[in-house]
């Protein structure tokens, strides 16, 4: 997936604990983005960044914080994990053609 | 609102038989793009056209988009058990930053 990776694979948490998501990439792209993926739904956009210091909210924000400190590493944070955040995550990088590239997602669920 | 609505929601064909899916949306943009997506992995780019585009071809991909019906359609020919797998197409709307939106996609299965 063009060097796009992310930390953790998997991961399961209880109603109320946080978690921090990690997406790096091995480019030098400006663009990143959080989806979240569920059940027979296309992709849904959490938030993006369109450089280094700077982070917009996509369709789905509520619940969620991010962070991109670094223009390789674009961070997604759940501070209080409810079971409605029980999805697949993907992040993506925008190259400068405009087509997006994605990372093996992360599975968290939710109890 | 979802952008873009792929259709059909599922597709089964036999290998050798090609397969269509299309795509409506409902804004002005500036390219369409189709994307596969393998049970439990990431999607995968497979072809971008622009608004000024009618048609492309990448090996045995072709998409066409008609920006007057505000649709596209994606055509795989002689179609392989590899190529089972969910197709979405996202509508690019912004110059710059976001504005992707992907439709809930087409599950393709292709059987041997």
């Known amino acids: 997936n063009a060097g796009v990776t992310q930390t953790p694979k998997f991961r399961v948490l209880k109603t109320g604990q946080s978690m921090t998501l990690l997406c790096a990439q091995d480019?030098?792209?400006?663009?990143m983005y959080w989806y979240r993926q569920d059940p027979g739904m296309g992709l849904r956009l959490i938030h993006y960044s369109v450089g280094e210091g700077t982070t917009a909210k996509g369709e789905v924000p509520d619940g969620y914080n991010v962070s991109r400190l670094k223009k390789q590493n674009f961070l997604l944070g759940l501070e209080s994990a409810a079971p409605s955040q029980t999805s697949v995550y993907f992040c993506?990088?925008?190259?400068?053609?405009?087509?997006?590239?994605f990372g093996p997602g992360t599975r968290l669920t939710v109890t | 609102s979802q952008q873009g609505e792929e259709d059909p929601q599922a597709l089964s064909i036999q290998e050798g038989e090609n397969a269509t899916m299309n795509c409506s949306y409902k804004t002005s943009i500036n390219n369409l793009q189709w994307y596969r997506q393998n049970s439990g992995r990431g999607l995968v780019h497979l072809i971008l056209?622009?608004?000024?585009?009618r048609e492309k071809h990448s090996g045995r991909l072709r998409v066409t988009l008609d920006t007057s019906k505000k649709s596209s359609s994606l055509l795989i020919t002689a179609s392989r058990a590899a190529d089972t797998a969910s197709y979405f197409c996202?509508?690019?709307?912004?110059?710059?930053?976001?504005?992707?939106?992907f439709g809930p996609g087409t599950r393709l299965s292709v059987l041997p």
């Open positions: 993506a990088i925008t190259t400068g053609g405009r087509e997006q590239y």
């Open positions: 056209i622009r608004s000024n585009e």
């Open positions: 480019m030098n792209h400006e663009y």
């Open positions: 996202a509508t690019d709307s912004s110059w710059y930053g976001q504005n992707f939106v």
